[in-house]
């Protein structure tokens, strides 16, 4: 089946230390992309990527390093200059290719820092 | 800066009525708008979606309004099922990529 997987589901990270949460899609999706959710709020933007080697930043990307070496994987870094780790990520990809996309998103990682 | 946001953070709806779940967006050049379900602890999951130059458009059991003279997006659900409990959040883009901006989001409850 195609679609998004994110992993792991749940992630505990000491204080301090760096952790990166995985995304691969098999939707042969240019764009993909990386959320944060925090409870009872909306999605904010991390970073996305609309080709390979290339990303841009979002809305809240301080603290977080992403990396586009492959099409399929989008590897979201969470360094130890986020203040505050604790939320849930999402990751989503979309076709892009200059036409309107909807955007399919993963199960997500619930990071918690300890 | 632009954003989109919602009106009734808890929308509590019996089984079998029709819930009405609203969204107000304050970019204008948004063009391409989407209702997406999120289940607790999952991903959010497409529902629906219409483009600026339609005003309304129906899927199963669900519509969605466009008003872009006062910039209000709806969206409908009919015959509400205790399955359709969730947080539905509306998203805009500008982008034709998929990149969206989401609103904070409504958490529907059904009750029997």
């Known amino acids: 089946d195609g679609g998004i997987t994110q992993s792991p589901k749940y992630l505990f990270r000491k204080e301090g230390q760096n952790v990166t949460l995985s995304c691969e899609q098999n939707?042969?999706?240019?764009?993909m992309y990386w959320y944060r959710q925090d409870p009872g709020q909306g999605l904010r933007l991390i970073y996305y990527s609309q080709i390979v080697n290339d990303f841009q930043k979002g809305d809240i990307a301080e603290g977080y390093s992403v990396s586009r070496e492959k099409k399929e994987s989008f590897p979201l870094t969470v360094t130890s200059a986020q203040k505050n780790p604790t939320a849930f990520y999402l990751c989503?990809?979309?076709?892009?290719?200059?036409?309107?996309?909807?955007?399919?998103f993963g199960q997500g990682t619930r990071l918690t820092v300890v | 800066g632009e954003s989109v946001g919602l009106h009734l953070p808890t929308l509590s709806v019996q089984e079998g009525d029709n819930s009405i779940i609203n969204c107000a967006y304050s970019n204008s050049a948004s063009d391409y708008f989407i209702w997406y379900k999120q289940e607790s602890g999952k991903g959010p999951q497409f529902i629906i979606d219409i483009r600026s130059n339609m005003d309304k458009r129906q899927g199963q059991r669900v519509t969605v309004l466009l008003n872009k003279t006062v910039k209000h997006l709806s969206l409908q659900i009919a015959a509400t099922q205790p399955g359709d409990s969730a947080v539905y959040f509306c998203?805009?883009?500008?982008?034709?990529?998929?990149?969206?901006?989401f609103g904070a989001g409504t958490q529907v409850v059904v009750t029997p």
């Open positions: 989503a990809s979309s076709s892009g290719t200059g036409k309107l996309a909807e955007a399919f």
């Open positions: 998203a805009e883009t500008t982008d034709s990529w998929g990149k969206l901006q």
């Open positions: 939707l042969n999706h240019d764009a």
